[in-house]
């Protein structure tokens, strides 16, 4: 008899890799963002995957979704559009560990934003956790406010922060979404929507980028598709509480491939800032693993 595996550690693995592939998907970004501004780097991707993500969808033969579940669908889209504008705007003028090391206060906002939403209850160990978080975020710009900073870094840390309270509603979203929708369908419509608000501002903003930049298009297009996938396969399966510990595993590949992609330094200030914003993350994930029962919740 062959043992079975334990559901919770396949989301996690699952998740992990999803990490791992986003992180990726970031580094293409920056690339594209460098050579032809966010805001093409991003239509010109949504263009290729939403190609991509429909195949996949109209492959499964899908029951077009409730109304309710079209809203939640289209509202996560606009969401996301306007936060992925936001971090790969602000990854142009930061290295992509300080980036992603900035935007692990998500977490600890998402805490303050469940209280509003779900009306749940903000305990002492939460409070502790988001000052923790705060600390580390400030050791991080403060490093980069001193020695060598400038004002397009300052609108790269501002940008990267709008983007981490976005990123932190998503949060949520993507539970919600997880448990009404399969993941062919929520990668679908969500690009779906992104490409309409891009698209809207085409005539204006749109330009045709070179040959040349055609790879790195699809290989973004490729990484962020199967990150989204691979998210939406372990949401549905483990709570929330069980998947916030795999976020951070973004800095590691965040460091790693910042250093051989674009020889990016780690510097300490990034490493102590985000080893703060880490542990009062996992005091805030420790301390909603013993409330299990409410993040297993469909209202989540």
């Given at each position: 008899m062959q043992?079975?595996?334990?559901?919770?550690?396949?989301?996690?693995?699952?998740?992990?890799?999803g990490i791992a592939t986003y992180s990726g998907m970031d580094v293409a970004m920056k690339g594209l963002a460098l050579q032809v501004g966010a805001y093409n780097a991003m239509l010109w991707r949504s263009?290729?995957?939403?190609?991509?993500?429909?195949?996949?969808?109209?492959?499964?033969?899908?029951v077009w979704p409730l109304r309710s579940v079209l809203r939640l669908h289209v509202w996560r889209g606009f969401i996301v559009s306007i936060m992925a504008f936001l971090f790969f705007w602000g990854l142009k003028y930061l290295p992509v560990a300080e980036a992603v090391g900035l935007s692990f206060v998500a977490p600890l906002i998402a805490l303050y934003l469940s209280a509003v939403i779900l009306h749940e209850q903000i305990n002492r160990r939460a409070l502790v956790a988001s000052g923790i978080g705060l600390i580390g975020a400030g050791?991080?710009?403060?490093?980069?406010?001193?020695?060598?900073?400038?004002?397009?870094?300052?609108?790269?840390?501002l940008a990267i922060l709008c983007s981490a309270v976005l990123y932190a509603y998503n949060l949520i979203l993507q539970r919600q979404q997880a448990l009404v929708a399969a993941p062919t369908e929520i990668g679908f419509f969500q690009n779906l929507t992104v490409i309409l608000f891009f698209g809207a501002l085409a005539p204006?903003?749109?330009?045709?980028?070179?040959?040349?930049?055609?790879p790195q298009?699809?290989?973004?297009?490729?990484?962020?598709?199967?990150?989204?996938?691979?998210?939406?396969?372990?949401?549905?399966?483990?709570?929330?509480?069980?998947?916030?510990?795999?976020e951070y595993t973004a800095f590691a590949w965040a460091a790693l491939l910042g250093w051989f992609f674009f020889s990016e330094a780690i510097t300490h200030t990034t490493l102590m800032g985000t080893a703060l914003i880490v542990a009062g993350c996992l005091v805030a994930a420790w301390q909603t693993e013993e409330t299990a029962d409410a993040a297993k919740n469909p209202a989540l």
């Open positions: 043992p079975q595996l334990d559901p919770l550690s396949v989301a996690f693995v699952v998740a992990a890799l263009l290729i995957t939403i190609v991509l993500a429909g195949s996949l969808y109209c492959w499964r033969k899908p050791v991080v710009i403060g490093g980069r406010l001193s020695g060598d900073y400038n004002f397009q870094m300052g609108q790269g840390i204006v903003l749109a330009v045709v980028p070179p040959l040349a930049i055609a298009l699809f290989t973004a297009s490729i990484l962020g598709l199967f990150s989204m996938l691979m998210m939406s396969w372990a949401y549905a399966r483990a709570p929330a509480s069980t998947l916030l510990p795999v």
